[in-house]
């Protein structure tokens, strides 16, 4: 944000004035589209989180905004339909494709079969749960163990939808 556009123009300031004069446009349309994103999240807040309470328990984890939500519950629809967390992983695209042949099993990159908004949408969210906030959760815990293990873009995809062995369902009841 802020920070973002101050280091933007430190570095403008010893650039060329041809350039300045090229990216002061740009800047003025992300000034407008962040002005804009924060007036649509504070809608989607005042209209729909407000009044769903399901929203607002998915909003107490880190990196979990109004939009991360509603694309969760609307995507997700009714819980009753996942009996585990793997199977949102899943029904998201979010499991390891897995290529075997005779006693051979080897796992690869995601899936990426199903909504791929929310999918973008919950590994942004785990980005920022694993290296923007400092809150001491175990899902912040265990996925900064992983990284240590098996690396920053494994351990967000892992973080993004856990492979819990509990229902789904307590993600919108617990």
Not at 18 to 24: D, G, K, V
Request: hydrophobic share 45%.
């Amino acid at each position: 944000g802020e920070l973002f556009e101050e280091h933007v123009w430190q570095i403008l300031e010893k650039a060329e004035p041809m350039l300045r004069e090229a990216i002061q446009p740009l800047f003025k349309i992300y000034r407008e589209l962040c002005d804009r994103e924060a007036k649509m999240t504070g809608k989607l807040r005042r209209q729909y989180v407000v009044k769903n309470a399901d929203m607002r328990r998915l909003m107490t984890i880190p990196g979990v905004g109004p939009i991360v939500a509603s694309a969760f519950v609307a995507t997700i629809d009714s819980p009753d339909r996942f009996r585990t967390g793997n199977q949102v992983a899943c029904y998201l695209g979010l499991v390891p494709r897995i290529y075997q042949s005779g006693e051979m099993e080897l796992r690869g990159r995601i899936t990426r079969q199903g909504d791929e908004l929310l999918r973008w949408l919950l590994i942004e969210a785990a980005t920022v749960l694993l290296s923007a906030s400092k809150q001491k959760i175990p899902l912040r815990e265990w996925g900064l163990k992983l990284q240590e293990a098996k690396g920053f873009g494994k351990a967000r995809v892992a973080v993004a939808i856990p492979e819990a062995p509990a229902p789904v369902k307590t993600i919108f009841t617990s």
